[in-house]
T-cell receptor, first 112, second 114 residues
Framework: DSGVTQTPKHLITATGQRVTLRCSPR?????VYWYQQSLDQGLQFLIQ???????AKGNILERFSAQQFPDLHSELNLSSLELGDSALYFC???????????FGEGSRLTVL | QKEVEQDPGPLSVPEGAIVSLNCTYS??????FMWYRQYSRKGPELLMY????GNKEDGRFTAQVDKSSKYISLFIRDSQPSDSATYLC??????????????FGTGTQLKVEL
């Protein structure tokens, strides 16, 4: 158990809908990262937050947004969903910027 | 060309074999090098973390970094069926603004057979 909690574990929705994925980092970790994992693309970095502030952006679509709240949990919002958004979405946390990321179990999104 | 290249496998070896997993990279800005293990339907877990060129050993695992060749390796000695998983190399680069990101290889699927 990495200590990172993600909900929901599975989500099935339709195209055009909006979903919110939630992540609670390990106790004491200030950084939260979001990654998307699909079969053909592997793990793709989406965005990083540190203590409530956005620190780095990767290949995150404009339809996607994220935030980190004062209690350090984070949410990833995905809107106007398309079939191609079906993937595993991972949240990871770290204590500093060392790169030692601890991943949650992921949220599996299926868009029909 | 991808920043990080990794042979997807699958790689099948007998129990007890020495396994060699490799990644090459093109971005000289990568500073830290990691190996993660991912079991099916689970999140990646950190196995090894290195900064400088050279070897780092942890139990049956040895990570090797050659910055001059932009090549990293993970060796698994005395492989066990429980080592069957996908192994992902990852490399960290610091970004302007204080952020950082890990760039992952696509992963090598390993199966250790009895």
């Amino acid at each position: 158990d990495s200590g990172v909690t993600q909900t929901p574990k599975h989500l099935i929705t339709a195209t055009g809908q909006r979903v919110t994925l939630r992540c609670s980092p390990r106790s004491g970790d200030l950084s939260v990262y979001w990654y998307q994992q699909s079969l053909d693309q592997g793990l793709q970095f989406l965005i990083q937050y540190y203590n409530g502030e956005e620190r780095a952006k990767g290949n995150i679509l404009e339809r996607f947004s994220a935030q980190q709240f004062p209690d350090l949990h984070s949410e990833l919002n995905l809107s106007s969903l398309e079939l191609g958004d079906s993937a595993l979405y991972f949240c990871a946390s770290s204590r500093s910027g060392s790169g030692e990321l601890f991943f949650g179990e992921g949220s599996r999104l299926t868009v029909l | 060309q991808k920043e990080v290249e990794q042979d997807p496998g699958p790689l099948s070896v007998p129990e007890g074999a020495i396994v060699s997993l490799n990644c090459t990279y093109s971005n000289s800005a990568f500073q830290y090098f990691m190996w993660y293990r991912q079991y099916s339907r689970k999140g990646p877990e950190l196995l090894m973390y290195t900064y400088s060129s050279g070897n780092k050993e942890d139990g049956r695992f040895t990570a090797q970094v050659d910055k001059s060749s932009k090549y990293i390796s993970l060796f698994i000695r005395d492989s066990q069926p429980s080592d069957s998983a996908t192994y992902l190399c990852a490399m960290k680069v610091a970004l302007t603004g204080g952020g950082n990101k890990l760039t992952f290889g696509t992963g090598t699927q390993l199966k250790v057979e009895l």
